[in-house]
Every structure is written in C-alpha cells, then in structure tokens.
C-alpha cells in the first residue's frame, strides 16, 4: 500500500535548522508531486512547500521563502525539506502528501503520520 513517513523533527532554538524527510513506500516517487504541511497548537493545517515531479519545480509559502528548501531525491525514494533560520512560529506538526501535482483539485493520495517540530528558546 502508498505510505510516506515523516522524519527528522525535534526541539531546536530560534534561528537553528532540521531537515525533514518524506520517505515512500508501497510506491515510486518519480511520478508524484510531493507536499509540505504543517500544523500548529490550535490551528488549522497551512500548506508550505510542495515540489513536482518531472520538471521538479518548487513552490514555497511566502513566510518560509528563503529559509526553506524542497528538494527530492528519486533513487532514494526521499523527499526533504531543510528548515534553516527557524522562527517559533514555525512550530508545528510536519506532514507530506502525495499528489499527481502541485496545485491540483485532486486529492492526495497518501499522507505519512506527521513529524513534531518545536522551535523555542
């Protein structure tokens, strides 16, 4: 069956780095377009970054823009999204999905089970 599991999350301080990973399984990545999600303490899911496959064009939510990277690596079945100059309001739960594109009306077709990063002093 499709999985993805998240990785890589933990506590970290203010203007540190963690680099997140998606792993698959059950299924190739080549073909999917992969997205990152995060939700903070008593709010609702924001989308972040997602990246496409093909072209492997990436997107950024405007508060993350040059902080974040997206990038995937297709022999390794391994998305990542590297998290540098960490701000608190960044805390959140991490998810991925999988998509046939970023953008798409389409449902993800696969979630992993969400990895916790806190960002405080």
């Known amino acids: 069956q499709l999985r993805l599991v998240e990785s890589g999350g933990g506590l970290v301080q203010p203007g540190g780095s963690l680099r997140l990973s998606c792993a698959a399984s059950?299924?190739?990545?080549?073909?999917?377009?992969i997205g990152w999600f995060r939700q903070a303490p008593g709010k609702e899911r924001e989308w972040v970054s997602c990246?496409?496959?093909?072209?492997?064009?990436?997107f950024y939510l405007v508060s993350v823009k040059g902080r974040f990277t997206i990038s995937r690596d297709n022999a390794k079945n391994t998305v990542y999204l590297q998290m540098n100059s960490l701000k608190p309001e960044d805390t959140g739960v991490y998810y991925c999905g999988a998509n046939s594109k970023c953008f798409g009306v389409a449902a993800y077709d696969a979630w992993g089970q969400g990895t916790p990063v806190t960002v405080s002093s």
């Open positions: 990246i496409n496959s093909g072209d492997e064009s990436t």
């Open positions: 059950g299924f190739t990545l080549d073909y999917y377009a």
